[in-house]
């Protein structure tokens, strides 16, 4: 016996704790109307998880506990709880006896216990789900269920035959599948909307994280031009520098010897000469050497100035550069977003307008407004050279005045010289004793006069490699402040061209044109990277953060996907298994209801049918007249699940449907159809309330063998009123109850009262 006992305690109208033992394959619970038998096939359907209070006859959770009596005051809870054999495992747990609990308080608070464990009603369904009960279905049939299954429609006996079959489990999955594959799509749709929320600003970091590697990518090959230009810089002004200093190391050392030489021919002269002419040849000459003097001086200041201009010239291009440069950026759209607001806004107004003079000074308006819009973002793109200017005007002014004196003392040093050489000329034809000297005086001058030229012109070399030199310290700082330590690290910079490597002789010999084509270029590509701004880490980082963000979106879609794949997959295998064994169980149990119908009857025939629902199709015809009209007809809809429809035919009877059977038939006919489901798969216990009230003597004997044969394979408890029930019953219960409102069990072992008997 699968179900070994039952206590019931403050369940309607078991006030107190009453229990039933079953250990009879068929045990009948007997009692007067209104003595709460029928309470105790409720008890089962509330411990086993219903949750429907009709369907326990009650409003609410509170009416299914004792209300109390004159004599007996009301309970507080209700408890009920069986016993069920699990010595073969039918249940999932390692018990040889699976005890199930359900208590309700008058708060309408539920608690389940299963074993002395508090649980879910989610497990205790689980659980009887391996056996195939539940509170409802073809294994507790109430009073005046019995004909449910002959008025239900084809949908829902399809449902109670699926119960009966044992394939709730499939349908259970399936459901489960279902609502997880709806739960997976509406998860994708989120996480699909969750890209399409990160999509815009993804893609302007894409746009921002571009621009950065652009500015990366010409900072680099800035790195390379940089290098080479500082490279090439350094050592040529290095070059030329130790090339020079050098060279002036003779002349410099010659000059200092001819001014000694010069002094003593002088003072050799100065003995042999008393006259007037040979003192004013002297002071000549002297006037000579001061004019020259000043003249070189007048002359390096005169290459200095020359530098600053060419520096303050070269610095004012290299901004018009930038301006112009500047002013072909772009213009941000918001500005010409406003402009254009603006200009909609006074043309909007000139059209409402009729007059023609203010349709005038309306396109005036349009006009000045793109004038001030254009003034401005010029405006914007100018660089202020201003103070370069002025400078450069002032140091040109004072290089024209130089220039000017330089002039005036070439001029005045022509004219000195040309007094010198008269002079020295009648001093020659006067004098032929001081020849010698003077000649000497003469040539020693004019070796001087060559070796200060010499050094001029390097002085004037280095002074302007030295402006260079002013140059290439201005451009390294600039450098390490754009490319960072590597400007520091030109010097191991190597110049490769068609495959060798650039000397420093080639280097040095280069036409410096092509540097300062170098410099040009660096200049344009300064501009570019100042345009396109600087690396912004933050920026790189959310990218980073976004875009790893986004790949796990994908991620996560895909395994979506591939889960939804899964349970489709899974839905439509449960669907096949299910509509198989539905197919091969109504076949069975239509063979079954047709042995149980002739054995009620003594004849006839009872079919299951599969049947699709019908629905209603409207389609054009034409009436008698020709019209086309539009009429409706009952179409079987293809794509709906099969239902049930019964057909019998009942022996020296024409019956052409269940509607025509009177309630005694219908009673058989419902018992059969039970009967039938319940020997295809049988479970652990049947519980029949007064299904047997509208038959005869003759079909109550009829229905005693059956619910015999029932017996061997499943456990019965039957409430009843009919004698010939009770006395196919092992163990009887009587339900009394008193004027207290409580009822009370009695029992009786027919077999122990037999020996008794006996």
Do not use: W
Not at 26 to 48: C, D, H, M, Q
Not at 214 to 236: C, F, G, M, P, Q
Not at 398 to 420: G, M, N, W
Not at 500 to 518: G, H, N, P, Y
Request: a negative charge; charged letters at 35%; proline letters at 2%.
């Amino acid at each position: 016996m699968y179900l070994k006992h039952v206590s019931i305690n403050g369940f309607k109208s078991f006030a107190k704790k009453s229990e039933l033992e079953f250990s009879s394959p068929i045990t009948a619970i007997v009692g007067p109307n209104g003595s709460g038998k029928s309470n105790v096939a409720e008890s089962f359907r509330f411990v086993l998880g219903e949750q429907s209070a009709k369907g326990l006859r009650a409003k609410r959770g509170a009416d299914l506990i004792f209300n109390g009596s004159e004599s007996v005051s009301r309970g507080n809870k209700a408890t009920v709880s069986i016993i069920l054999d699990n010595t073969k495992r039918i249940f999932p747990y390692d018990f040889d006896e699976i005890t199930l609990e359900r208590t309700v308080y008058r708060d309408g608070k539920n608690e389940y216990v299963i074993n002395g464990s508090k649980v879910l009603l989610k497990d205790v369904q689980e659980l009887l789900s391996c056996a195939n009960i539940g509170p409802t279905g073809h294994h507790i049939i109430s009073q005046g269920e019995a004909d449910r299954i002959l008025s239900a429609n084809s949908k829902e006996r399809r449902e109670m035959i699926e119960d009966a079959l044992g394939l709730k489990v499939f349908q259970y999955k399936k459901n489960e599948a279902e609502k997880k594959l709806k739960k997976t799509r509406e998860n994708i749709e989120k996480v699909q909307s969750l890209r399409r929320e990160v999509a815009p600003h993804l893609k302007f970091l894409e746009r921002q994280v571009k621009k950065i590697e652009r500015s990366i990518k010409l900072r680099e090959e800035l790195v390379a031009v940089y290098s080479e230009y500082l490279k090439r810089e350094d050592t040529y002004i290095a070059y030329h520098c130790d090339r020079l200093k050098l060279e002036r190391q003779e002349p410099a050392r010659k000059l200092e010897i001819l001014k000694k030489q010069l002094i003593h021919a002088k003072e050799v002269l100065a003995e042999s000469e008393t006259d007037a002419k040979s003192k004013e040849l002297v002071a000549l000459e002297e006037q000579i050497s001061t004019v020259r003097s000043e003249r070189q001086t007048l002359l390096r200041k005169s290459g200095q100035l020359e530098g600053q201009v060419s520096f303050l010239e070269r610095r004012i291009r290299q901004a018009q550069e930038k301006s112009r440069s500047e002013s072909d950026a772009p213009v941000p759209i918001g500005e010409v977003k406003k402009v254009l607001s603006a200009i909609e806004t006074q043309v909007d107004k000139a059209l409402q307008s009729d007059d023609v003079a203010y349709l005038q000074r309306a396109l005036s308006d349009v006009v000045h407004t793109f004038k001030k819009f254009i003034q401005n973002i010029s405006g914007t793109a100018t660089i202020d050279t201003s103070s370069e200017e002025e400078e450069l005007k002032a140091i040109a002014e004072e290089l024209r005045e130089t220039e000017k004196d330089i002039a005036d003392v070439s001029a005045k040093e022509e004219s000195l010289t040309a007094q010198y050489n008269e002079l020295k000329e009648t001093i020659e034809a006067e004098s032929k004793e001081s020849r010698e000297a003077e000649r000497e005086v003469f040539r020693l001058v004019g070796e001087q006069r060559e070796c200060e030229n010499t050094l001029n012109r390097i002085d004037a070399e280095l002074s302007a490699l030295e402006r260079d030199r002013q140059e290439f310290k201005r451009e390294l700082q600039e450098a390490v402040t754009l490319i960072g330590s590597a400007a520091s690290r030109y010097f191991g910079f190597q110049i490769v061209q068609d495959g060798k490597e650039v000397t420093t002789e080639e280097i040095a010999l280069e036409d410096r044109s092509r540097q300062r084509q170098r410099q040009r270029e660096l200049e344009k590509m300064k501009i570019r990277l100042e345009e396109l701004g600087g690396v912004n880490e933050d920026i790189e980082k959310e990218y980073k953060e976004v875009k790893e963000r986004d790949e796990f979106l994908i991620r996560e879609i895909a395994d979506l996907e591939t889960s939804v794949e899964k349970l489709e997959k899974l839905i439509g295998e449960l669907t096949d298994q299910l509509d198989e064994q539905f197919v091969t169980g109504i076949d069975k149990i239509g063979a079954e209801f047709n042995r149980f119908f002739t054995l009620m009857f003594g004849g006839g025939q009872a079919k299951l049918l599969r049947v699709k629902p019908k629905i209603k199709h409207k389609k054009k015809a034409q009436d008698e007249f020709g019209n086309e009209v539009e009429v409706q007809e009952e179409v079987e809809d293809q794509e709906a699940q099969e239902g049930i429809e019964l057909q019998v035919k009942l022996p020296n009877k024409k019956v052409n449907g269940l509607d025509m059977l009177s309630g005694g038939e219908r009673a058989l006919t419902s018992i059969a159809l039970i009967f039938a489901m319940s020997q295809i798969n049988p479970p652990l216990f049947i519980i029949l309330d007064e299904t047997d009230a509208a038959l005869d003597e003759a079909n109550s004997r009829r229905y005693g063998d059956m619910i015999e044969a029932l017996a061997q394979k499943s456990q019965l408890i039957l409430i009843t009123h009919n004698r010939e029930t009770m006395s196919r019953a092992g163990i009887l219960y009587g339900v009394t109850m008193a004027g207290d409102g409580v009822s009370k069990l009695l029992s009786v072992k027919f077999d122990e009262a037999l020996a008794v008997a006996k």
